[in-house]
């Protein structure tokens, strides 16, 4: 995304949200929380007791008792709105920035007739362009809408989208095949044909979704809300049986003391927050550059027990490299080098690219006569070049292995030994035949990134198993593997092999992530619990991962697993507080209703309140500010460290329990002080 003020409070988001907490007090709104609905019915209450009270009403109490309660109750009320409201208000404002850059663009619309381009363009608006329509860009021009490069190479700004500055390569014929509208064509020129409908772009789902038109309470925040509402009936009936208690007490109760004392006990503070934690998690998503397409999808990372991770680009730096040559014995490495060349040439692969660049051959040396070229295919896992008499194949080990031993040839003992030492070294072994006679071995190589060992260790600290997935054979993925610090692999890897292994992990009854880019990609990101789907990736990827990141980085999972754990810690914790504020709540209101007429409860007014109604107002103040005071740690999150789910525990119960328990002791007698001053 563009640049953001990352500021909590913004003026403007304020404003805007100070409104809406009024808008919310519609019934229809607050209906949807049980928690805050109570209260709204309690403040509705109150303000028909003020009119009882006004009009002669004695038994009530004082009118500016009475209206003071209300004030407080309707503050918690628009409280608890604004604490939804501003979390919304921050998606908007994102929204809003994303609309910028969805304005109407001019399209090159090319007519087709059969599989024949018209020459003819035309130049309509983008709203005009249909799925399976073919639009042309030019350098300078702006990408009208999502699609898939057809033809062409180009370099593209992305910045509108990701806010990174560096422009990025895209291809057709490859997983870099995909195209964002609202992005700009800086060189060359590219045919698209367009993936979606209008109205169903990339950007328009971002839009809805930061905005959070599509967002649905996730299972958790549902079993939640259930459990909130179960206390809260719980607490109705407690303070209907006080009445009958009251009365045998010869202690009469006002209407106002009642609906004080259970705004107090039910959980009015993370029934206030829970709404907001909700989409300031899926904020935090996308402000780390994170599309997601349901608020279930990042909480569902926070639970996460199997990270599925691609080898190259994640674990190591990049693409693996050709370093070396190696000629099989006899065989001239001059005319080894223009075999593994010429059977590179069809490889659009990186490896087959970096094949080409170390031969350092011109394009006079690689020329011959009517070639057929053989492209790589992870089935065969081989390409190659036929010409004349001559066929060359290059591949896996034991691909070409299988080759050669079929035609009746023998595997070189040397090259044999030169595979093993390559793969126990780490590399990746390619070997060249010709008329299924092996003639060398090309040497590639990976480098293992640095520090992600230590990302992997702070991840199995969370209990999470971190899979990494390789086409390379068992003994250079082995290699990788225990030099990375994964605690599994999967070798010689075809997207089937992807597939089962999530199917096994989650019969197993655990929860997987993975990340992918190409089609190939696609039932694997659409089995995970968690699918992230480069943005640079296929629309096919796109569509079946519930995540797209918008900076193409692999290692975003560990980022994202992150973001789901401090959504839950923050859940969870701010639960805790919750619950247990109500236990000093208790302890102000309960021996002041009675204490006159019960002389014997003294003992509980541990905090010496001055009054049955100052401890009542106090109790009730305390009760509203204290949401405002949490709102930042409700939108910022609880800090999370990796370590381990008992720590975990036994920390948030220390610092929200007890502090839960302690706070609300310490405030409300702060605010009994400046209110005795009244009474």
Known sequence: ??????????????REALAQSFVKLNPRIMFRNPVMFTVWIGTFVMAIVNIWVISGEKSQGSMVYNLVIFL????????????????????????????????????????????????????????????????LCEAGDIIPTDGEIIEGLATIDESAITGESAPVIREAGGDKSSVTGGTKVLSDRIKVKVTTEPGE????????????????????????????????????????TLKPFGDFANTPITIAAFISLFVCLIPTTIGGLLSAIGIAGMDRALRANVITKSGKAVETAGDIDTLLLDKTGTITIGNRKATNFWPAK?????????????????????????????????????????????????????????????????????????????????FPADIAEKVRDISSNGGTPLVVAENEVVIGVIELQDIIKPGIQERFERLRKMGVKTVMVTGDNPLTAKFIAEKAGVDDYIAEAKPEDKMNYIKAEQQKGKLVAMMGDGTNDAPALAQADVGVAMNSGTQAAKEAGNMVDLDNDPTKLIEIVEIGKQLLMTRGTLTTFSIANDVAKYFAIVPALFIASIPALQGLNVMRLHSPESAILSAIIFNAVIIPLLIPLALKGVAYKPIGASALLRRNLLIYGLGGVLIPFVGIKAIDLLVSVWF
Request: aromatic share 8%; glycine share 6%.
């Open 330 to 410: 006899g065989i001239d490495k001059s005319f080894f080098i223009k075999a593994a060349a010429l059977s590179s040439i069809a490889d659009e692969t990186p490896e087959g690219k970096s094949i080409i660049e170390l031969a350092d051959l011109h394009a006079d040396q690689l020329r011959v006569e009517n070639p057929t070229f053989i492209e790589f295919t992870a089935e065969t896992r081989s390409s190659g070049v036929n010409f004349l008499d001559t066929r060359i194949r290059k591949g896996a080990s034991d691909a070409i292995r299988k080759l050669s031993e079929k035609a009746g040839n023998a």
């Open 1 to 14: 995304m563009k640049a953001q003020n990352t500021s909590l409070f913004q003026g403007d988001l304020v």
């Open 72 to 135: 407080i109750l309707l503050l918690t009320l628009l409280f608890a709105n604004f604490a939804e409201a501003i979390a919304e208000a921050r998606g908007k404002a994102q929204a809003n920035s994303l609309r910028k850059t969805r304005e109407e663009t001019p399209a090159k619309w090319m007519q087709v007739v059969g599989d024949m381009y018209v020459n003819e363009i035309k130049v309509v608006p983008s709203s005009q362009l249909r799925k399976g329509h073919i639009f």
């Open 201 to 240: 772009s990339f950007l328009d789902k971002m839009i809805a979704l930061v905005e959070g038109a599509s967002r649905q309470k996730t299972p958790n925040e549902i079993a939640l809300t259930i459990l909130l509402a179960g206390f809260t009936l719980v607490f109705i009936i407690v303070c209907i």
